[in-house]
């Protein structure tokens, strides 16, 4: 295993100067080859099982059922931990749509199946909670909570329990899912001694189980001329701010944010899957206007995934006082930090990330 990693890790490294080689060369941004790949939108037509998670109601009684609504609760107002864990104003549900439960909006089912994994983001195999523990640190701003905490441990049994009971409706297999330990449950299921049963094991292998169609965000088109920021800003007129307001912070009402910021303080900071242009897009595509999903020409969901995210936004966590060393080690591929925009190099007026405003109060 270990000789595997190190393998894995000269990979990576040899992938990231090559990346970044070439990223110097002036090519179009939307080719910039990403160290960091998006995560797969499998194939729909795999023949492997397309989930349908069990309706909330279902949720059982009793000691294991309360922590799966626990974790439902905390996944749509993650605010509750604002200040403990969270540093902006994001739910979870903001971007994982339907509570989790969405296809092609990075439902939670589908990443519950798919890690333990290697991810050259941190470039270590990341267990669920782990990877959980990424978007706490970048999409909602925050510190993450600890994987034995009884926060991540009801999210990870909310996520279990949505793919789990999917998975046991499209095999037939009847009554309710399996409790497991605490341990079992922040791992995730990708891995051969997960409790599982032997019909579910047996159609999902291990090395497939990362690939339940729904997950992530459907493959988008590349554009057809390079994406531009101004461009977006007139979609952003036509189609987004109704909704995120004509400054991009949404709109709030008794502290609750219902529509929420897609730039700015309260916003995912720099080092958020979402501020990738390719991540935006896809997502954006697929799910934005809310309600209205796959409307948008791709050209028009990539300009304006450009023009949401060339605003400036919390500083990337693992900023070191320099913005174009960060730029250089970690953002290459299609994004705006340590680019200059309007004049500006965005990054170096960033707003706080959770440690600055810790140090600041
Ligand atoms: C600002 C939007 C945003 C918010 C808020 C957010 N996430 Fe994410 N999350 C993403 C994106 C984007 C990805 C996929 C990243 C990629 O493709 O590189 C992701 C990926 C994930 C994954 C892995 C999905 C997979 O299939 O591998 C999990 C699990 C996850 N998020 C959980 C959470 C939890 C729990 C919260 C709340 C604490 C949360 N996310 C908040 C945007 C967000
Ligand atoms: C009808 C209202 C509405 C419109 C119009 C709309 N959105 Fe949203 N958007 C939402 C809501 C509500 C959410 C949170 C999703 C949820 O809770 O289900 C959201 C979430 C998002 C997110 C992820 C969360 C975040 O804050 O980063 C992004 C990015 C986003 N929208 C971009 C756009 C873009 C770009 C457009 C225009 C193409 C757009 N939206 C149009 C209501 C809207």
Redo the contacts with the bound molecule.
């Keep these: 295993m270990r000789q595997f990693l190190s393998t894995l890790l000269i990979v990576a490294l040899g992938v990231t100067l090559t990346a970044c080689d070439r990223g110097e060369s002036g090519q179009p941004d939307t080719e910039l080859p990403d160290r960091q790949a998006p995560i797969p939108n499998p194939d729909a037509d795999s023949g492997l099982p397309r989930i349908q998670p069990r309706p909330l109601e279902q949720i059982p009684e009793g000691a294991f059922g309360d922590k799966v609504k626990r974790g439902y609760q905390l996944f749509v107002n993650t605010q509750e931990l604002r200040g403990k864990y969270v540093g902006n104003a ?2 979870c ?3 994982h ?2 509570a989790g439960r969405r296809a092609n909006a990075a439902p939670l089912w589908a990443a519950y199946f798919a890690y333990p994994a290697y991810r050259k983001k941190n470039d270590k195999v990341n267990s669920f909670a782990e990877r959980v523990q990424g978007c706490f640190t970048y999409s909602t701003n925050g510190a993450p909570p600890p994987a034995d905490s009884p926060e991540m441990i009801a999210i990870a049994a909310y996520a279990y329990w949505l793919a789990m009971g999917g998975l046991m409706d499209h095999f037939g297999i009847n009554g309710e899912v399996p409790e497991i330990s605490d341990t079992d449950l922040v791992t995730g299921a990708k891995r051969e001694d997960f409790p599982l049963p032997v019909d579910i094991a047996r159609a999902l292998p291990v090395d497939q189980r990362d690939k339940l169609p729904g997950r992530g965000y459907p493959k988008l088109d590349k554009p057809a001329r390079d994406y531009s920021p101004e461009k977006g800003a007139e ?2 007129t036509a ?2 701010m ?3 307001g004509p400054d991009g912070q ?1 709109y709030e009402a008794a502290g609750v944010h ?5 730039w700015g303080k309260d ?2 900071n720099w080092g958020a899957g ?1 501020h990738r242009v390719n991540t ?1 897009a896809a ?2 595509h697929e ?6 999903g796959i409307q ?1 020409t791709p050209q ?2 990539w300009d ?2 450009a023009y ?1 995210n060339s605003r400036e936004r919390p500083q990337d966590p693992r900023f070191e006082g320099d913005v174009e060393a960060l730029r250089k080690r970690y953002h290459n591929h299609p994004g705006y930090y340590g680019k200059a925009v309007d004049g500006k190099v965005l990054g170096e007026n960033a707003f706080p990330d959770f440690k600055q405003m810790q140090q600041e109060n």
């Design positions: 994001l739910n549900v903001h971007c749509m339907d979609v952003y189609h987004c109704a909704c995120h949404g219902n529509l929420p910021p897609l916003s995912y979402m935006a997502f954006i799910n934005m206007p809310l309600g209205k948008l028009q969901a304006v995934a949401i």
